[in-house]
């Protein structure tokens, strides 16, 4: 049978981790994409030596080169400068935006119609960076922070609560970093508001390690940063656009009004399928939650005129 292809530009942890989940669920053919000389062609080749064991049928290649990513369905862009102890998120502004500038060109290029997802620190400019360069119309280009972020709070609240990861509905808004805001109201447990499970002197804690979740792991590896959850939450964004699930992921996204904030990139609940993103959906959030969401939204916008791409 034929597969949908997908390219994952970046074959560091995050990105091989994500080109082996994609392959491994038999999502699409992944060719996976480096500046390094041989390091995607080794990896991909080791993958494809795990497929006798694992049964997948889908093919993952490795290459330097951006013709071979030709006609890709989606485009996943993980590659950039990753955080150590004691850097924030946007101390890797101008690196990572010239490097995710040269990506986009050359992955335009070969696939005009692809959908592009953003992995790449500082998540929310970057993707409004990928966006003015790809001259695609925004619901072509998101972002995956929200996905995460939405994972790791429902994992720091099942241990809480004592149930099941996956018994965790989770919504988490906002930009990608210090300024993320839990919605603990729209957090359902089993289909119960987390409001009504736990009192809000537990409840705060638990947010804002959300917040610190990212800087947890790279204090704990003091060598890089997480890897494992980032994939599995681009994989899952991937999932939406290529079977067109209509899931409602928490992804950022062009803002025109939303939440009372336009013309920039942040996390929202968003509606994701095969043309991208769907729909944004408003779901009500307190004076504060408005407000914090705001804050976040200005933060990025800030962000994104420092590297004059502002509209």
């Known amino acids: 049978m034929g597969y949908p292809k997908v390219t ?116 929310d400019v970057m993707t409004y960076l990928a966006w003015k360069v790809s001259n695609f119309p925004t619901r072509r280009v998101m972002g995956m922070a929200g996905a995460l972020d939405s994972a790791r709070y429902a994992y720091f609240l099942s241990q809480e609560l004592m149930c099941l990861p996956s018994d965790v509905d989770p919504m988490v808004l906002g930009g990608h970093g210090d300024q993320m805001v839990p919605v603990p109201q729209h957090t359902k447990v089993k289909g119960k508001p987390v409001t009504e499970c736990l009192q809000p002197d537990v409840l705060e804690p638990i947010n804002q390690r959300t917040r610190d979740g990212g800087i947890e792991i790279v204090q704990l590896l003091k060598t890089g940063s997480a890897y494992y959850a980032p994939s599995a939450s681009a994989v ?48 009500e959030l307190t004076d504060q939650q408005k407000q914090d969401l705001k804050a976040s939204a200005e933060h990025v916008r800030e962000n994104c005129e420092k590297l004059k791409i502002a509209v």
């Open 8 to 123: 994952v530009v970046g074959a560091g942890f995050v990105g091989a981790t994500a080109a082996q989940r994609i392959v491994e669920k038999e999502l699409a053919d992944v060719v996976l994409v480096d500046v390094v000389e041989g390091l995607p062609q080794g990896k991909a080749l080791d993958m494809m030596e795990s497929a006798p064991i694992e049964g997948f049928r889908t093919r993952i290649s490795g290459t330097n080169d951006y013709a071979e990513t030709k006609d890709s369905d989606v485009i996943v862009i993980t590659a950039g400068l990753a955080r150590k102890p004691g850097m924030s998120r946007d101390d890797l502004l101008a690196k990572n935006a010239e490097i995710i500038s040269g990506i986009t060109k050359n992955c335009v290029e070969a696939s005009p119609n692809a959908i592009i997802i953003t992995v790449t620190n500082p998540l």
């Open 236 to 283: 899952r964004m991937v999932k939406a656009v290529l079977q067109n699930t209509g899931d409602v992921i928490p992804s950022c996204v062009y803002l025109t009004g939303q939440y009372g904030i336009k013309d920039v990139y942040c996390g929202v609940p968003a509606r994701i399928g095969r043309e991208g993103v769907m729909e944004i959906p408003e779901i």
